[in-house]
């Protein structure tokens, strides 16, 4: 009756429960993969400037502040292949988005619309090969992130730019306690002492809420529930108060209780620090509570972006629109979900004019033909990447 | 109101508690995860019954009870008047029929060394006896085309499809010995948005069809109210409130199920300011050794003494027809 092979996808088996992380019984898996917290393991060149405590936020002396007009980060143009076994995967072609201090950007799109590609380039913890950046830029303060050299790139990482994954328990190191984890950064780059740095661990999960935690910072990620992971990863990322937080799926694997206290602490750590936050989700849910601003991806390339309350309450891209009608809602119930029809496209084989012709109700002839560019639409921070504005789609409609 | 069908499954008191044990060369049995710790429900022909729960309350645990992938450690389960839990393996098999599963990870569940026929087909290689007469093949294409399936998808492997289209394989395959209940566990969780809404009209399409009786698991309350008439919501092995959809989602009593309901998303940016969330503090507890008296004790808000020291029962409780299982149930809406 059931088959379990676990060579296929990162889906636990049907015995494991659903992948939802919380693993009673279970133990710690054989051979956890190794940590990929961004820019903790990779750099002990050492920090010279010690700091004091951690109210006292660190002078970042070395990058200029932001000119007017300039974006804290500003993602332009980035065009991102793989080279796959079935030819070359265009995975991220020509997205372009930016963010402010104290500000929510979310990316939302479907599994493989190269959210998470987006993100590990723009941090600089792409493998390349097998990726290669095409082209593009990422403004950080003005600086290019895919430009600059590696020891820079390693200094900001981490210390501006930090990053959360959706799987804590893989990001984190089991072989070392969450305390030392946390603070390992400072340690290496700030050369904190190990008895200032036990402090700093206290109070960092404090700020993220974990109960207890002068007992807990001596214990493993695998003593920690889903959630306190989770917790335990943003305590890490947020060590160094970053200027932008990148979180990818941060709260995918958590049931909803959990899930609205990670979102709420997510939404309190950047008030309070006044960072900007960079959500990558798929859920239009979580996206319509926290976010300030949408970026809509499909295929790799940004097809919407608008304000929140723009994107929710007039969506102009035919996809947005399939995607808002097709989420079941709690407050609804009947027959006949709306549905997009056919799947999203594979990367090696994109369609040809817009990418999302072949399920698209207001498809005509020139879209399988010409691509269309993200053109704005109106005064507003609001653009779409489809031949027809909205007025002109609801009148087909209509 | 009409006349209540008698119900094609009755489920009386199933229990499941996995041993723990300690030491490698004479293993001592330490304690038992209480994975599913007493629970009972009726599924009617025709009817879709939603089992929602945070990770771990036990809900495939439930499910492969039922389908016998797990030895149950007590009670009873009747399908269609024929108790499951003390069948012999030959009259088991072919009872079995009558009830299919359907996983959720359309990643892991097919096996990847067989076509889409063989995996289709399969349960008539199981089921001799009830394999249609005449052409296999023609009835695996019939299948794949009742799913939405091209049938010249028939020859190729399971890696070759989307996870979407994967779901659809393993629901014809369900349907080959067209059972009269599903059980889908999660069956949409590991799709996309756009995609998931195929799968969810698919399988109501089907049971308007072929008049099936779903038990549908899933942790996004949102899918579960779309397609359920009634509702189970468990903690910790236990059911803690049930009613039809409307009774449960709009009427709940338990101050779980409020928690629950009031921190599912809401896809309405406008909604933010008179939305209340009713914050949980804490995790779920081991069910290993779950808090004496009620179990949600220690992260209710309004638990009072009495709560540890008395269980409450899954009774009808005055504020509204429908049972939950709190000494101090009081309605309070959270869906506008
Ligand atoms: N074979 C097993 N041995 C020991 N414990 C188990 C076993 N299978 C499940 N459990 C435990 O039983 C409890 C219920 O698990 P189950 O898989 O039924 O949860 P679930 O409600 O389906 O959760 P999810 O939403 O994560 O799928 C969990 O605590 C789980 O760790
Ligand atoms: N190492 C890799 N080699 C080939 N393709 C890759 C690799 N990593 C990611 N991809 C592909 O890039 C696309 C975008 O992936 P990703 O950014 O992870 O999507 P998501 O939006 O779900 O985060 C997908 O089609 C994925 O299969
Ligand atoms: S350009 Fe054409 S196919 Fe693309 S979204 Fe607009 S109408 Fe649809
Ligand atoms: S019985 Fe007590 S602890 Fe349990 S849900 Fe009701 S009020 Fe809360
Ligand atoms: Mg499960
Ligand atoms: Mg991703």
Redesign the interface.
Known sequence: MTYQYPSHGQGQGYGQGSGQGQSYGHGYPDSPTAPVVAGWNDDRTGWDTPTAAWSTPPTRARVERPRSGEHLLDVRDLWIEFATRDGVARVVNGVSFHVDPGETLAILGESGSGKSVTAQAVLGILDTPPAVVRSGQALFSGEDLLTMTPERRRQVRGQEIAMVFQDALSALNPVYPVGWQITEALRSRRGVSKAEARRRAVEMMDLVQIPAAAQRIDDYPHQFSGGMRQRVMIAMALAMRPKVLIADEPTTALDVTVQAQIMDLLATLRAELEMALILITHDLGVVADVADRITVMYAGRVVEHADVHTLYGAPAHPYTRGLLASVPRLERRGQGLHSISGTPPNPVAIPAGCAFHPRCPYAQQMCRMTEPTLLRIGRLDRASACHFPPEALDARHA | MPVMPEPILRVENAVKH?P?TRGVVVPRKIGA?KAVDGVSFDLRPGETLGLVG???CGK?TLA?LL?R?ESPTAGRAFLKGHDLFRMRAGDLRRLRRSMQ?V???P??????RMTVADIVGEPFEIHPDAAPPGNRDRAVRELLEQVGLSPEHANRYP?QF?G??RQRIGIARALALRPEVIIC??PV??L???????V??LL?RLQDELGLAYIFIA?????V??ISDRIAVMYLGRIVETGT?DQV?LRPTHPYTQ???S??????????AR?Q?I??S???P???DPPSGCRFRTRCWKAQPRCASEEPPLSQRAVDPHPSACHYAELHQV??
């Open positions: 996995f723990i995860v945070e990770s771990g495939s492969k389908m992938l599963m996983m959720q990870d990643y892991t569940s097919l096996n990847p890696h989307s979407g289209q566990d999660e969780s590991a996309d948005v756009s995609v998931q809404a195929q969810v009209n109501e942790h996004d309350l949102s899918v109210r779309h959809a989602y928690a629950l309901l921190a599912v998303p809401v896809p309405d940016p406008t909604a933010r939305r969330i914050r949980l804490g995790d779920v081991s069910p290993a869906i506008a």
